[in-house]
């Protein structure tokens, strides 16, 4: 496997398609093995008790993922989560988060891997999300 895209042209895709996610996330690293997205935490990700809340996790799991398969197959905006399962394994800090997004399995119309959350600083895990995407056929 190969990139298809670079950290420039899926920040200009995921502007250009989903404005309305802002700046909430960034691209820190991108490779074949590993993509490495940043969720800027806001006020409005927290839940009671000061700790990132599980949508907020769930955003950047699923927006990571997108980006690791968009990077893998090129600009494909109909890409889609047909799955995603979460586990919360620890609680969260009031920080910015890191996704560790790894597609274990691309073919022609699914897209299969994981991503690990952690809060940024922090070495263990507080969430791991296993996604299926499903990859629109070309005409």
């Known amino acids: 496997m190969e990139l298809k895209m670079t950290i420039a042209e ?3 895709f995921l502007e ?3 404005p309305q ?11 074949v093995d590993e ?6 935490v806001q006020t409005r990700h927290l839940r009671p008790g000061g700790t990132v809340s599980g949508p907020a996790m769930f955003a950047l799991a699923d927006v990571a993922y ?19 399962s979460i586990d919360f394994m620890r609680k ?20 299969v891997g994981d991503v690990l959350l952690y809060s940024e600083g922090q070495a263990a895990p ?10 629109p056929q070309k005409c």
């Open 66 to 84: 997108y980006i690791a398969t968009l990077a893998l197959i090129g600009p494909e905006a109909l890409t889609v989560t047909t799955n995603c």
């Open 10 to 12: 899926v920040t200009a």
């Open 35 to 40: 993509v490495v997205v940043r969720m800027n």
């Open 92 to 111: 969260p800090a009031a920080t910015n988060m890191i996704a560790k997004a790894r597609v274990l399995k691309l073919g022609r119309s699914l897209s």
């Open 126 to 135: 507080v969430a791991r999300a296993n996604l299926t995407y499903s990859i």
């Open 21 to 31: 996610i802002g700046k909430d996330f960034e691209v820190i690293s991108l490779s």
């Open 16 to 18: 250009k398609v989903f």
